[in-house]
């Protein structure tokens, strides 16, 4: 798992999955958060970790939908794992803080989380619950800090039953394109 076309294949071949809780399947739900992000303005590398964000829940053999069985998968650090060896941190980082941005904002706007998808609320005990002050502040100082909630707000929205490409294979092709247009960036400054 360490190339783009395993992950194109990865989509392939468990994209269909549904969560207990979310109205789309994995493969919609990365094609929606893409294309909300392209909407947005957002540059190649944060579309493309909107499109990944949860590759994770990709990559493990666990069956069934894991909040359920009160398992949390960590699929944001396998996920950032596999994508920043290829892109590096500008992909990878926004994914890997994309659970800690959504218990951010539990902590810090009241009206969030009454938006979560019912598999959004089961998941946020398993990944500590709203954050504390301390942890507030050291998120806010991350430089992906931002990236990481833009991401959030795509993730949430992206949830629409529906709202589709054509069909698996266009959204891939769609995916495959972007892939091709990022390019690895080592960390700023490193
Ligand atoms: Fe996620
Ligand atoms: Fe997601």
């Not at 969030?112 to 502040?137: H, W």
């Not at 949830?159 to 054509?166: L, T, Y």
Request: aromatic fraction near 8%; charge should be negative.
């Amino acid at each position: 798992m360490n190339n783009p076309q395993t992950i194109l294949e990865l989509f392939a071949r468990k994209g269909d999955m549904a969560y207990e809780g979310e109205s789309v399947s994995q493969i919609a739900h990365a094609w929606q958060c893409g294309q909300l992000a392209r909407a947005a303005g957002a540059s190649q590398a944060l579309q493309l970790a909107s499109w990944l964000h949860d590759l994770g829940h990709l990559l493990t053999d666990l069956s069934g939908t894991p909040t359920v069985q009160g398992i949390d998968d960590r699929h944001e650090l396998s996920g950032a794992r596999v994508l920043d060896a290829i892109w590096g941190p500008d992909v990878s980082e926004p994914v890997r803080l994309h659970v800690a941005a959504k218990r951010y904002l539990v902590a810090t706007y009241a009206e969030y989380s009454a938006r979560l998808s019912p598999d959004s609320v089961r998941s946020l005990a398993l990944q500590g619950g709203p954050m504390d002050l301390c942890e507030c502040i050291e998120f806010q100082g991350n430089r992906y800090a931002l990236d990481a909630r833009q991401l959030r707000s795509w993730d949430d929205a992206g949830k629409r039953p529906g709202w589709f490409a054509s069909d698996t294979q266009h959204a891939l092709n769609e995916l495959h394109a972007l892939m091709d247009r990022v390019h690895f960036l080592p960390a700023r400054g490193a």
